[in-house]
């Protein structure tokens, strides 16, 4: 589905909290511009982090005095705060083997670049490839497309993603699912299962 994410005061107009965080997310990767490494977000529950961590929460910008009326899409909010950068090198499914949260994380969330192929040219690529031959061979089709996926998973297996074409590269053609990245919403469920 395609959506006006960002009215012109700049707040996302999704409803639930999940999908707010990532199009927030999806907005500050897409200020940081292309061609970027993958980014590791802990959702916290905003209200929580106001009460217990009041310091990092005025750090964060979360002073309780920007609250909107009090309003209870406020108080069930999620805040994401971005992680260490991801080590260079190691697959991302091994890396996020290695994660555990603490109990105060709620979620958490990734921005990952990559390229896809619509499903017509799937048909075609060379069953004999391995991993380096299949991405090679991607990067040189004529339909692959760059894209920006965001995804956030919480403890109780809510999922949000959102996706952005770099040949769309605008707000308004962000498209928001909760199926749209299901491997990597399995990816990151996982590391609240250790």
């Known amino acids: 589905m395609r959506m006006n994410n960002l009215p012109n005061d700049g707040t996302p107009l999704a ?4 999908t707010r965080a990532v199009l927030e997310i999806d907005e500050y990767a897409s200020g940081l511009g292309w061609d970027q490494p993958a980014r ?7 209200a929580k982090l106001r009460a217990q961590e009041p310091a ?11 609250e909107k009326d009090g309003s209870d899409a406020q108080a069930a909010s999620l805040t994401p705060v971005e992680q260490d950068e991801l080590p260079s090198g190691v697959p991302l499914d091994e890396f996020l083997g290695t994660i555990g949260w ?3 994380v709620a979620g958490c969330a990734m921005t990952v670049e990559r390229l896809m192929l619509p499903p017509s040219a799937e048909a075609a690529v060379p069953e004999d490839l391995d991993e380096e031959g299949l991405t090679k061979w991607v990067a040189q089709h004529p339909e692959r497309q760059e894209v920006r996926m ?7 297996g809510a999922r949000e993603s959102a996706v952005r074409l770099r040949e769309k590269d605008a ?3 962000v498209l928001t699912g909760s199926d749209l990245v299901p491997g990597l919403a399995e990816a990151l469920s996982a590391t609240f299962e250790g």
């Open 15 to 18: 409803s639930n909290p999940l």
């Open 40 to 46: 590791l977000f802990a959702l916290v529950d905003t």
């Open 56 to 66: 990092l929460a005025g750090q964060l910008g979360l002073d309780e005095a920007d």
């Open 102 to 104: 603490p109990d105060a």
């Open 150 to 156: 965001t995804v956030a998973v919480l403890r109780d």
């Open 171 to 173: 707000t308004t053609e």
